[in-house]
DNA sequence: ATTAAAATTTAAGTATCCTTAAATTTATAT
DNA sequence: ATATAAATTTAAGGATACTTAAATTTTAAT
């Protein structure tokens, strides 16, 4: 274990990384809500630490060792979450703060333990895949994001953005969780907003409310 | 939430107080394991923060500030530990350490869920109490130090000191638990162990050992 | 190609929490 | 009562992880 810090950094590179976003200093200093000056100087120890490639003024990329580190706090993170949600019962607005604490506090051997109480999930409450204990991550079904669905498709949830918890509780509060089925029926160029049914209810989110929720169509 | 600094200090000073133990900064420090001159350091912080009463050279007490805050983060630690143990399943010998940190890092209202889900737990698995939401200890029962029963009493054990996990693992291993009934059959003044009884066992414990075990007499 | 805007880095400084070494105060032993 | 030992504090300094302001480099626009 290394500095909450440190973990951080890793964790928020690791995931922009795996979404295909060009590392850049500018967000991770948004990410971590701290000056870019300050994303400069980790961003130097990092590097000294062997856990960065870093050149001034280029991307950044993560080491096989600074990848491996952050496949180890996103799966802490992950695991804490399933484990918050499934056992401990928070709603999936509640978890990824807690997990995002508790990932800096806890032995490997905890994490495995829980692991294996949870009879190793594969996704966490958001979508989000878990990594194993050797880094390899479980594969994604392909997924479409909501605002992109055209009219008269249909599909399930299949993963959530979860940076935003007043977004996860108005989900939950519209009856949307992963698994269900949203097919859309209307879409409205002027506002960007869609209409889409959920169960047996009609409802309007907006792009931008879409544009965070991504489906596995048909 | 302060941050983990002070509150480890805190809950040091409350369960020094809990336990008669005159609070100086040089027991601080064996227990904090840092200098001594860090100790002074903080103690000053921590009395302008209103959270003891500090003069120099004297007992260092907390303020009532002090003590519901140590009360909060020792509540923390032990339903933690109780959860560690009884949902988790880790042995008694590997809860403190996991706890300690896990004690800095979880909200109100996430301890609050777990201990409701434990049924409001009063002890912690090494017997410790648990401190109530409003700062209220639990009632413990009067208790021996097996170093001091004397030949042929018995009682239950009821409580042992959490400090050092090669102790606790050992305990595991002879069999001892709380609420183990305990018999002292012999006493020898060469190097004061005791010859005692668990369950249909004899087995030869030293005096260190029994000085860390506390039984329910009768 | 120039220029303006945006991103990034450097510089200087702050807060926290440690360290060791030296000075001071308190406690203990005779 | 005095000397010695032990405890405590002060002093000076280091590491980490931030901040704002200024300087530099890159990018994008015309
Ligand atoms: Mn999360
Ligand atoms: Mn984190
Ligand atoms: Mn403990
Ligand atoms: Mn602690």
Do not use: C
């Not at 850049?24 to 990410?31: E, V």
């Not at 399930?156 to 935003?164: E, L, M, Q, S, W």
């Amino acid at each position: 274990m290394k500095n909450i810090s440190t973990e951080n950094y890793l964790s928020e590179i690791y995931k922009l990384e795996q979404s295909k976003i060009k590392v850049k200093t500018n967000i991770i200093a948004k990410k971590l809500d701290i000056s870019n000056a300050a994303v400069t100087d980790m961003l130097k120890k990092l590097s000294s630490n062997g856990l960065i490639l870093y050149e001034r003024y280029k991307n950044i990329q993560l080491t096989k060792k600074g990848k491996d580190y952050a496949a180890v706090i996103v799966r802490r993170h992950r695991i804490w979450e399933i484990f918050l949600n499934q056992i401990v019962g928070l709603p999936w607005d509640k978890v990824h703060d807690e997990a995002h604490r508790l990932e800096h506090s806890s032995s490997d051997e905890l994490i495995d333990r829980i692991e294996e109480m949870l009879n190793y999930p594969e996704f966490d409450p958001h979508g989000d895949p878990i990594p194993a204990k050797d880094g390899s991550i479980p594969k994604l079904k392909e997924s479409t994001n909501l605002s992109k669905v055209k009219i008269g498709e249909w599909g399930k949830v299949i993963r959530v953005n979860d940076y935003d918890n007043e977004f996860l509780n108005y989900l939950s509060r519209i009856g949307l969780k992963l698994g269900k089925k949203i097919t859309v029926k209307d879409k409205l160029n002027f506002d960007n907003s869609l209409l889409i049914k959920i169960g047996d209810k009609q409802i309007n989110i907006s792009g931008k409310l879409a544009s965070n929720i991504f489906i596995d169509l048909n």
